[in-house]
Nanobody
C-alpha cells in the first residue's frame, strides 16, 4: 500500500510561483512512476505531468509545458512540481498519483487517471488575477 500526501498549495497572484510536494510511503518508491493531475471547479481531472522512477523521463501537458517542472528525490520519497508563471486558469486542486507497475503501463495511459493506482488527497492552488 502506498500513501501520498501533497503540500505546498496556496493563494497566490498571477505570475507567482509555488513548489508542490508529494511525500510517499512505501519501500519501493524509486520503482514507481509518479504523476500530477489537477481538477478545476466543474471540470474533469486532467493530466499535468509524469516522471519516471529514475527521473530520466518526464512528460507534460501542453498547457503547462515550459512553466511547470516535475522532479523527484528518491531518498526523501518525494516528488515535486515547480509551478511558475501561474495564471488564473491554473486554479485547481492538484493531485499526486503513483503508478506502481510502470513497466506494465502502456504509454497512452500515462496521461489518464487509469494509468495510476494510488492517489493523494490533493492540495488547492488558487491564482488571483
Amino acid at each position: 500500500q502506498v500513501q501520498l500526501v501533497e503540500s505546498g498549495g496556496g493563494l497566490v497572484q498571477a505570475g507567482d510561483s509555488l513548489r508542490l510536494s508529494c511525500a510517499a510511503s512505501g519501500r519501493s518508491f524509486s520503482s514507481y512512476d509518479m504523476g500530477w493531475f489537477r481538477q478545476a471547479p466543474g471540470k474533469e481531472r486532467e493530466f499535468v505531468s509524469r516522471i519516471s522512477g529514475s527521473g530520466d523521463s518526464t512528460y507534460y501537458s501542453d498547457s503547462v509545458k515550459g512553466r511547470f517542472f516535475i522532479s523527484r528525490d528518491n531518498e526523501k520519497k518525494t516528488v515535486y512540481l515547480q509551478v511558475n508563471s501561474l495564471k488564473p486558469e491554473d486554479t485547481a486542486v492538484y493531485f499526486c498519483a503513483a503508478d506502481s507497475r510502470p513497466s506494465w503501463t502502456a504509454r497512452r495511459r500515462y496521461f489518464i487517471e487509469d494509468g495510476y493506482d494510488y492517489w493523494g488527497q490533493g492540495t488547492q492552488v488558487t491564482v488571483s488575477s
